[in-house]
């Protein structure tokens, strides 16, 4: 049930039951040197275009093309915002492809608004029995849930070298050599492979065993160049723990690898399945590639595009589906609709500090296709910050989303926030 205080000015809170809050912490993305220019980001507030790929297969760069609202809508859909919901945690998975990973409840959250019925446990299931998802650190170098069967290739496309030397950096300003960084990668795959899964806090103690420098955010690390290099992923749930294993005996025998164009190639489809129209920027920002190699993706892919008028490019079979602005929905902390995209600007308008100064995506309120207010928990209740008023129609959607939050996470153990351990 939705509880509300007196009717609130805008920037107060109003009382909703049953939603979650998390915050993020330090060490969850791994960042390299100067890879906003080798993926072509552009400045938010814009969306480049250029995804429109000719019979040629040239893929011109044809400037700055508006997100009207037909865009905006066709966007929702194909994120499944809109239209016909997922049936599973796998579904939503293979639709995105790639799910920012690194907030236990956003993610969850993430599947929950694309589906109709499940629960945190269908997500958990998904994870720890059926291991038909995975989270890993993959494009720009922070955590994604992925499809297992995603995973052999997207790993080889965006586990990109500059970003393992990004973390050998980060462990060599603190002391740790290349030698030491690389013994603890052997410690970790050891460790995982005779008593796997373990938990970070466990792995922390196996690295503080063997010698290594283990606090907490270069043990993170050492875990995330060894996921980098293919070692290792985050697989079940212990309790409210998400634990790490080894990546083959998790996973089984890695299938053979794909040729890179094909993988590119692949990369351009199933992107634009779950986030087009889009051009080729949105696509390397969203990859973390660069904008060359984007390219040839979608060249490689030019006889499944649709020509439009704007510039940017849409599969052909996409162009079917009815699209539709979704209903308000209560959306989760790092929710993909903020990260699909060079620019945030068609949700979150002039409500930029929804994305903080470093680096946090805050729970918020979608309402007609744009960011409506922040939200967030405390002692198991929701305070909703609207940004204005919103029609009565909207509130009434926004506490049944409430309600629905909560039936989602009952009896689920506390998932904690970013990272978690």
């Not at 250029?50 to 809508?73: E, L, T």
């Not at 960084?181 to 503080?208: C, F, H, N």
């Not at 506490?399 to 990272?419: C, I």
Request: charged content about 25%; proline content about 5%.
């Amino acid at each position: 049930m939705m509880r509300s205080r007196q009717q609130a000015e805008p920037g107060k809170h109003r009382e909703v039951a049953g939603v979650v809050h998390v915050d993020a912490v330090a060490g969850s993305q791994i960042r390299a040197g100067g890879q906003d220019e080798a993926s072509g980001q552009v400045q938010a507030g814009q969306v480049q275009a250029g995804g429109r790929v000719p019979a040629g297969g040239r893929v011109p760069v044809d400037g700055r093309v508006p997100v009207d609202g037909r865009v905006q809508a066709e966007r929702l859909t194909a994120q499944l915002l809109a239209g016909e919901p997922a049936r599973s945690p796998v579904e939503v998975a293979g639709r995105l492809l790639a799910i920012q990973g690194q907030d236990a409840r956003g993610a969850r959250l993430a599947i929950r608004s694309r589906t109709t019925g499940l629960t945190v446990a269908d997500v958990d299931r998904a994870l720890t029995d059926d291991r038909s998802l995975v989270i890993t650190w993959l494009n720009r170098g922070t955590l994604h849930l992925v499809r297992s069967e995603d995973y052999w290739w997207l790993h080889a496309l965006t586990a990109r070298p500059q970003l393992q030397r990004a973390v050998r950096r980060v462990l060599a300003s603190a002391g740790v050599t290349d030698a030491g960084a690389d013994k603890g990668v052997a410690v970790i795959e050891a460790a995982l492979a005779a008593d796997g899964p373990l938990t970070r806090v466990q792995l922390r103690a196996i690295i503080a065993a063997a010698g290594l420098p283990a606090q907490e955010n270069l043990a993170l690390h050492l875990i995330a160049l060894a996921s980098m290099q293919g070692i290792a992923v985050r697989g079940p749930m212990i309790g409210a723990q998400h634990a790490y294993v080894h990546t083959a005996e998790w996973l089984g025998k890695p299938p053979r690898e794909l040729d890179r164009d094909v993988a590119l190639a692949e990369l351009a489809r199933r992107y634009l399945a779950g986030h087009g129209p889009a051009s080729d920027r949105d696509l390397a920002k969203w990859a973390g590639l660069p904008l060359g190699e984007v390219r040839s993706g979608l060249s490689a892919i030019a006889s499944e595009l649709r020509e439009r008028p704007d510039g940017l490019a849409e599969l052909a079979v996409s162009h079917r589906r009815e699209v539709s602005l979704p209903a308000p929905r209560l959306l989760g902390a790092y929710d993909p609709v903020l990260l699909g995209w060079a620019s945030r600007e068609p949700v979150l308008g002039s409500h930029q500090g929804i994305v903080t100064v470093n680096g946090l995506f805050r729970p918020f309120a979608l309402v007609d296709g744009k960011a409506a207010g922040i939200w967030s928990w405390t002692r198991g209740q929701l305070a909703l910050d609207r940004f204005g008023e919103l029609p009565a129609d909207a509130e009434v959607a926004l506490a049944a989303e409430a309600r629905d939050v909560r039936r989602f996470l009952a009896g689920a153990a506390d998932a904690g926030g970013p990272d978690d351990q």
